[in-house]
Nanobody
Framework: VQLQASGGGSVQAGGSLRLSCAAS????????MGWSRQAPGKQRELVAV????????TYADSVKGRFTISRDNANNTVHLQMNSLKPEDTALYYC???????????????WGQGTLVTVSS
């Protein structure tokens, strides 16, 4: 299973970016999908998570009201719409997916390679 993240870049404070992450490979089903981030010198933190049906989401307090997570199950893709970006949102953003590779296998968590978001003041 591979996760390919895209959409990072540089933007001024107040701007917007949309991250996408596509899962590929041997996939029977995907449960949770999410985004985390790691700023220089800091630990990785959870940003947002979405359930398999897309009906339940969880956000870090620092991004509530500004970021929206969504998913496209037909294409095994998760998105993160980031609005009103702040310099403190600067980080490497990683996507993850909890994947079952067959109907009888256990679920495992997979990570993407990270995409850099830089917000300037």
């Amino acid at each position: 299973v591979q996760l390919q993240a895209s959409g990072g870049g540089s933007v001024q404070a107040g701007g917007s970016l949309r991250l996408s992450c596509a899962a590929s490979g041997r996939i029977a089903s995907i449960n949770l999908m999410g985004w985390s981030r790691q700023a220089p010198g800091k630990q990785r933190e959870l940003v947002a998570v979405i359930d398999s049906g897309g009906g339940a989401t969880t956000y870090a307090d620092s991004v509530k009201g500004r970021f929206t997570i969504s998913r496209d199950n037909a294409n095994n893709t998760v998105h993160l719409q980031m609005n009103s970006l702040k310099p403190e949102d600067t980080a490497l953003y990683y996507c993850n997916a909890v994947v079952r590779t067959s109907r009888t296998s256990r679920s495992d968590n997979y990570w993407g390679q990270g995409t850099l978001v830089t917000v300037s003041s």
